[in-house]
C-alpha cells in the first residue's frame, strides 16, 4: 500500500491550491488519511485528520476530502499566505502499517 | 497536556549500538500506540514501527524490519527504539508518535532526535 504525491506545487499568495494524494492498491476510503505540514527544522503538525477535521487551531483555509473514483485524497489551502509555505505529507494506515506520502513542497511566490 | 519528550542527540561510530527514548505524560500511556517516524537527512517522513504498552503487540515497516527493535517500560511511560549495529545510513532524525487503536492519527509528536553515525 503506497501514496503518491506530486513532489512540489508553487502558487501566489491569496490563490487557491490542491495537493492530491493517490492510492495505490485497495480504497483509499477503507481508512482515513491524515494531512501533516512541516516547516524546516520543526517537526510535523497535523492540518486534517480523519479525512477531513482540522485540529483546534488550524485556519478554516485548510480543508481535506476524498475522491473514492479516482482512489485518492485531497488537501486544499484557500486564500494563500507566505506562512503556509512548507512541506505537507499524506499519511494512511492498513491493518497492520502506517504510510506516508513523500511529501510535496509547497512555494507561495 | 500530552507530551512526548525525547532524549537528546547522538553521535555513534558504525557497528556501536543506540538506544533512544520517548517519555509519554498527560495521558493514559497503556492506551494509546508509541510509533516511530524516520527522516533522513532532506527526504520524506517514514514511518517504522509502533507498539502498543496495553498488551506490547509490535508492528513494523516490513522494509524495516530486522534493522530496528522498539520496547517500552511501562513504569516508566517511555518507549525506545533500539539498534545493535548502527550503519551510517541510519543517520536521520527520528520522531516518535503517539496515535491511537482505531485511527493511525499521529496527534502527537515528540521533538526528534537527531542520531548520527559517522566513522
Known amino acids: 500500500f503506497m501514496l503518491t504525491q506530486p513532489h512540489s506545487v508553487s502558487e501566489s499568495p491569496g490563490k487557491t491550491v490542491t495537493i492530491s494524494c493517490a492510492g495505490s492498491?485497495?480504497?483509499?476510503?477503507?481508512?482515513?488519511v491524515q494531512w501533516y505540514q512541516q516547516r524546516p527544522g520543526s517537526a510535523p503538525t497535523t492540518v486534517i485528520y480523519?479525512?477531513?477535521?482540522?485540529p483546534s487551531g488550524v485556519p478554516d483555509r485548510f480543508s481535506g476530502s476524498i475522491d473514492i473514483s479516482s482512489n485518492s485524497a485531497s488537501l486544499t489551502i484557500s486564500g494563500l499566505k507566505t506562512e503556509d509555505e512548507a512541506d505537507y505529507y499524506c499519511?494512511?494506515?492498513?491493518?497492520?502499517?502506517?504510510?506516508f506520502g513523500g511529501g510535496t513542497k509547497l512555494t507561495v511566490l | 497536556e500530552v507530551q512526548l519528550v525525547q532524549s537528546g542527540a547522538e553521535v555513534k561510530k558504525p557497528g556501536e549500538s543506540l538506544k533512544i527514548s520517548c517519555k509519554g505524560s498527560g495521558y493514559s500511556f497503556t492506551s494509546y500506540w508509541i510509533g516511530w517516524v524516520r527522516q533522513m537527512p532532506g527526504k520524506g517522513l517514514e514511518w517504522m514501527g509502533s507498539i502498543y504498552p496495553g498488551d506490547f503487540d509490535t508492528r513494523y515497516n516490513p522494509s524495516l524490519q530486522g534493522q530496528v527493535s522498539i520496547s517500552v517500560d511501562k513504569s516508566l511511560t517511555t518507549a525506545y527504539l533500539h539498534w545493535s549495529s548502527l550503519k551510517a545510513s541510519d543517520t536521520a532524525m527520528y520522531y516518535c508518535?503517539?496515535?491511537?487503536?482505531?485511527?493511525?492519527?499521529?496527534?502527537?509528536w515528540g521533538q526528534g532526535t537527531l542520531v548520527t553515525v559517522s566513522s
Open positions: 480523519e479525512n477531513n477535521y482540522r
Open positions: 492498491s485497495g480504497s483509499i476510503a477503507s481508512n482515513y
Open positions: 499519511q494512511s494506515y492498513d491493518s497492520r502499517n502506517g504510510v
Open positions: 508518535v503517539r496515535h491511537s487503536p482505531a485511527v493511525w492519527h499521529y496527534d502527537s
